[in-house]
């Protein structure tokens, strides 16, 4: 199925009400001066400038705090305190690796984080701190295996470039799904057909097998490994629109994250629904008898890409973004701290939304409509 900058917005249309008082952004409509920052889900407010600010869409392209700068590191989950709530979270990567954006957590036995669905919470996701601006990024996780659940580990960039790695239903045990979107619009291959994203064999049931997924995004290709087995790649060259020129290709910096979220649920659009196996079952034994579905995340190892358009200079804490050059922002590697000089950072904007919209948020963030 396509997604669109469009058919984004049409969807969030119906939940505008509850927020009517607050202004909304897009690409026609930025901030104004006095709620300078566009979130992450399209409103304005002075409290929505820390990760996930659209610089695109705010009032002007430096509205946004700099976002912290990608690092070489493997990740793991001794506790659950490298995870900080992102409402309160002020953009100091020494106090988290992670922010939790909307939903519920655990840690096992082993050290793995569960991500919780439940027919209340509306599911569960988080986003690396740091951003990525092109890098290899491999996690180690077992997926969801419920038809109407998505289990997903992507990038996301502020200005919605985006690469998925998307696990949908029942059928996903034995196959994960590959996508990616420049400024929100999905990659060409996908576009007017009705595919959501190329399909790839996994060797052995993903729901309880550890498998390594990897996005390796450099500034000429992009490519989606299984185990270290490259199942796709495409590149930038071939990105080029004949028309415009502009390459539709991921360019921009962006935060790692993973999710588990109800895609099978009444308000989905009717082929998201389909393309995630159906409504979800919560009469399931295994939601009876755990009280939630699940997925597991034991390790994320992130290589950052140290040239070219990647290279940074020393000193360098965060990226900013520039104006537009042919079509696409341009990004900088910025000696500006990432550190918001306020207290407590709204950074998504979820906490005005309120817990309907966070939810529906998620979805449309992760999936083509
Ligand atoms: C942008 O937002 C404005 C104001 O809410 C709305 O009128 C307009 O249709 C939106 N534009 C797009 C492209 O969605
Ligand atoms: C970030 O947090 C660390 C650890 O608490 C602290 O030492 C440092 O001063 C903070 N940085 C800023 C800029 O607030
Ligand atoms: C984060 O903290 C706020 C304020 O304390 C709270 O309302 C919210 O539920 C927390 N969010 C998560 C995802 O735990
Ligand atoms: C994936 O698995 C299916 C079913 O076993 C098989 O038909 C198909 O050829 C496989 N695709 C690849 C690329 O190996
Ligand atoms: C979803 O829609 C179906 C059919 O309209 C209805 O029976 C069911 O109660 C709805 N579920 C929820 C959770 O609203
Ligand atoms: C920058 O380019 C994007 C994509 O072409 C466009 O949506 C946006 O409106 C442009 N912004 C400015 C400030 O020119
Ligand atoms: C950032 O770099 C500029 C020049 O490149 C320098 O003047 C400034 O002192 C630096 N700021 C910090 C906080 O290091």
């Known amino acids: 199925m396509k997604r669109s900058t469009a058919s984004t917005l049409l969807a969030l ?38 990760a996930g600010c659209n610089p695109l869409f705010s009032n002007t392209v430096d509205s946004c705090n700099p976002i912290p700068i990608c690092e070489d590191k493997t990740y793991t989950f001794p506790t659950l305190d490298v995870i900080a709530n ?5 953009g100091n990567v020494s106090l988290a690796d992670w922010t939790l954006d909307k939903g519920d957590l655990s840690l096992t036995n082993e050290n793995e984080v569960a991500f919780i669905l ?34 997903a580990f992507i990038t996301m960039s502020d200005v919605h470039d985006e690469i998925d790695w998307e696990w949908p239903g029942k059928a996903s045990t034995l196959e994960g ?43 000429d290709e992009l490519r989606f490994l299984i185990d270290g087995q490259e199942v796709r790649s495409i590149k930038k060259s071939d990105t080029k629109d004949s028309k415009t020129s502009v390459f539709e290709y991921p360019t921009t ?8 979220w109800p895609a099978g649920i009444n308000g ?28 597991l995340l034991k390790s994320v190892k992130v290589e950052c890409a140290k040239t070219g358009a990647a ?17 696409v922002p341009t990004v900088f590697s910025s000696n500006e701290s990432a550190v918001s000089a306020a207290t407590a950072v709204v950074v998504s904007g979820m906490r005005a939304i309120g817990p309907l919209v966070a939810a529906f948020a998620i979805a449309v963030s992760a999936l083509m409509l």
């Open 13 to 50: 249309a119906p939940l505008l009400a509850v927020v009517r008082a607050q202004q909304t952004c897009n690409s026609t409509s930025l901030c104004g001066a006095d709620a300078p920052c566009c979130s992450e889900f399209g409103f304005c407010s002075a409290d929505f400038c820390g």
């Open 86 to 90: 992102a409402t309160t979270f002020n």
């Open 118 to 151: 439940t027919e209340t919470n509306g599911g569960t996701r988080i986003s690396s701190t740091r951003y990525v601006h092109y890098g290899t990024i491999t996690a180690t996780m077992k997926t969801g295996k419920w038809d109407g659940v998505v289990t």
């Open 177 to 219: 799904q590959s996508n990616y979107f420049w400024l929100g619009v999905v990659n060409r291959d996908s576009r007017g057909s009705a595919a959501h994203g190329d399909k790839h064999n996994i060797t052995s049931d993903a729901s309880s097998n550890y498998h390594d997924y990897t996005i390796d995004w450099q500034e």
């Open 253 to 260: 910096p962006a935060r790692v994250q993973f999710s588990l």
């Open 268 to 295: 989905s659009a009717q082929g998201t629904i389909d393309w995630s196996g159906g409504n979800i079952n919560f009469q399931d034994p295994d939601y009876i008898a755990a009280g939630h579905f699940y997925a």
């Open 311 to 327: 290279a940074t200079k020393v000193g360098d804490v965060s990226y900013v973004y520039g104006a537009n050059a042919s079509g």
